[in-house]
């Protein structure tokens, strides 16, 4: 009887030991579980930023009118003839130049 018991005090604790520590354990799926949300959250985050590149490269493809847009915007370009005016927020403080006075 007294073996059997031993038996059996073995057997827990190896199933103990799988089912806090070994892998598979209920640690590990924790673990796995955070770096699958983990994932999914860049994965969405990449989607989206996929999204908004498809999209300027097909307005880029349709024509001229996409890349004209983006040379005014990040350029702060021209056309021969039109006039450009930058109007200065009067809350913000006055900007130096690197000339000495």
Same mark, same amino acid.
């Given at each position: 009887? +007294?073996?059997?018991?031993?038996?059996?005090?073995?057997?827990?604790?190896?199933? /103990?030991?799988? *089912?806090?520590?070994?892998?598979? %354990?209920?640690?590990?799926?924790?673990?796995?579980?955070?770096?699958?949300?983990?994932?999914?959250?860049?994965?969405?985050?990449?989607? %989206?930023?996929?999204?908004? *590149?498809?999209?300027?490269?097909?307005?880029? /493809?349709?024509?001229?009118?996409?890349?004209? /847009?983006?040379? +005014?915007? /990040?350029?702060? *370009?021209?056309?021969?003839?039109?006039?450009?005016?930058?109007?200065?927020? %009067?809350?913000?403080?006055?900007?130096? %130049?690197?000339?000495?006075?």
């Amino acid at each position: 009887m +007294r073996w059997v018991l031993g038996v059996l005090l073995v057997l827990l604790v190896v199933l /103990q030991y799988r *089912l806090w520590i070994a892998e598979g %354990s209920i640690a590990e799926q924790q673990r796995l579980k955070a770096q699958v949300e983990e994932f999914t959250r860049v994965n969405a985050e990449l989607e %989206s930023r996929n999204a908004v *590149l498809e999209r300027e490269v097909l307005e880029l /493809q349709s024509g001229n009118a996409g890349v004209e /847009q983006r040379a +005014r915007e /990040q350029l702060i *370009l021209v056309r021969e003839g039109e006039v450009f005016y930058q109007i200065e927020d %009067s809350d913000a403080p006055p900007v130096k %130049s690197g000339k000495a006075e």
